[in-house]
Nanobody, 116 residues
Framework: QVQLVESGGGSVQPGGSLRLSCVAS????????MGWYRQAPGKERELVAT???????KYVDSVKGRFTISRDNAKNTLYLQMNSLKPEDTAIYYC??????????WGQGTQVTVSS
C-alpha cells in the first residue's frame, strides 16, 4: 500500500506560478513511474506529466515549456512546477504512482484555480 498526499494548490492569476508537491509513504525506488494528472469540471482526467525511476520525463503538449515535473528521492516527494498558468489549467491535480508489480495508487487531489 502506498499513500500519496498532495499539497500546493490554490488560486492564482493568469501568468502566475504554483508548485505542487506529493509526498509518498514508500520509497521511490519501488515505483516504476510517477506522474501528475488533472481533471477539469465536466472533463475526463488527463495525464499532465510523468517521470520514470531513471528521471525520464514526458509532458502533454499543452503544458510543455510551462510545467516541470521533478522528484526528490531522499524526501520521497514528487513536484510539479507550474509557470505561466492559464485559465484552462484550472482543475483538480492528482498525484499517481505506478509500481513495479503493476499496482497503482492515487492521491486525494489538490485544486488549482487560475482566474483574474
Amino acid at each position: 500500500q502506498v499513500q500519496l498526499v498532495e499539497s500546493g494548490g490554490g488560486s492564482v492569476q493568469p501568468g502566475g506560478s504554483l508548485r505542487l508537491s506529493c509526498v509518498a509513504s514508500r520509497r521511490f525506488f519501488s515505483t516504476r513511474l510517477m506522474g501528475w494528472y488533472r481533471q477539469a469540471p465536466g472533463k475526463e482526467r488527463e495525464l499532465v506529466a510523468t517521470i520514470s525511476t531513471g528521471g525520464l520525463t514526458k509532458y502533454v503538449d499543452s503544458v510543455k515549456g510551462r510545467f516541470t515535473i521533478s522528484r526528490d528521492n531522499a524526501k520521497n516527494t514528487l513536484y510539479l512546477q507550474m509557470n505561466s498558468l492559464k485559465p484552462e489549467d484550472t482543475a483538480i491535480y492528482y498525484c499517481n504512482a505506478k509500481m513495479w508489480d503493476n499496482s497503482e495508487y492515487w492521491g486525494q487531489g489538490t485544486q488549482v484555480t487560475v482566474s483574474s
